[in-house]
């Protein structure tokens, strides 16, 4: 059962229950929105996207999401992440800040957000529509202070790898991220850190794939 049920492709690209009542769902093909359920997926209701579309506008969409338990979440969109800490009944936004940088009227879509706890956590973020010779690809950033600011932790040289996406810890040093390689996203590759994201390395072998998720 959903919200928005249509014909054709539906394009769910996260979803995360942090327990076995409660769930979300971010989508963006049909329709750009955010279903959540309180009945562990019996009936769905769609999420206000106000807060979003005011700041990053109506052309981007909801990427990301994760909760690290039924009240404490984000939303990762296009230049900034949106937190909640009751449930989803109200919405700090935070503008994604960090220094590096980055082309005049490039984009920043969060494609991957995890956190650990209520102040350190990742994401996983494109860098869309930038200039030529100027750095591309994706970034993994890192926040100790609740999301208020951020540092970069990987930085791929320039034409190496053109898309991000899921980003997820096992604790406070193990982590994966996602990436896909080429201008035409042929190959995907998993990056692990096991010391908090100050270094990562690609697993061996690469395929084509898109989502997935460590326990």
Known sequence: QGVGKVDGVYYYRQICFPDA??????????????????????????LSLGILWEFAGAETWPA??????PNEGWIGTGGAVARTTDGGNNWELLKVEFNWPIAPGAGLNVN???????????????IIEIR????????????????????PQFVPGPGVIDWSGRIQ????????????????????????????????EPL????????GSFF
């Open 64 to 69: 990301s999401i994760y909760f690290l338990n």
């Open 132 to 151: 030529p010779g100027r750095n591309s690809g994706p970034l993994i950033l890192h926040t100790t202070n609740g999301g208020k600011t951020w540092e």
């Open 169 to 200: 810890f096992i604790n406070a040093r193990e982590g994966w991220a996602e990436m896909r390689y080429g201008p035409l996203v042929k190959e995907s590759r998993i990056l692990q850190t096991q010391d908090g994201g100050e270094n990562w």
């Open 204 to 211: 061996p072998g690469t395929s084509y794939f898109e989502g």
């Open 21 to 46: 009542q409660n769930g979300w769902v971010v989508s963006s093909i049909p329709r750009k929105e955010v279903i959540y359920t309180k009945d562990g997926g019996q009936t769905w209701n769609e």
């Open 112 to 126: 991957g957000i995890y956190f650990a706890n209520s102040m350190e956590g990742w994401i996983n973020c494109s």
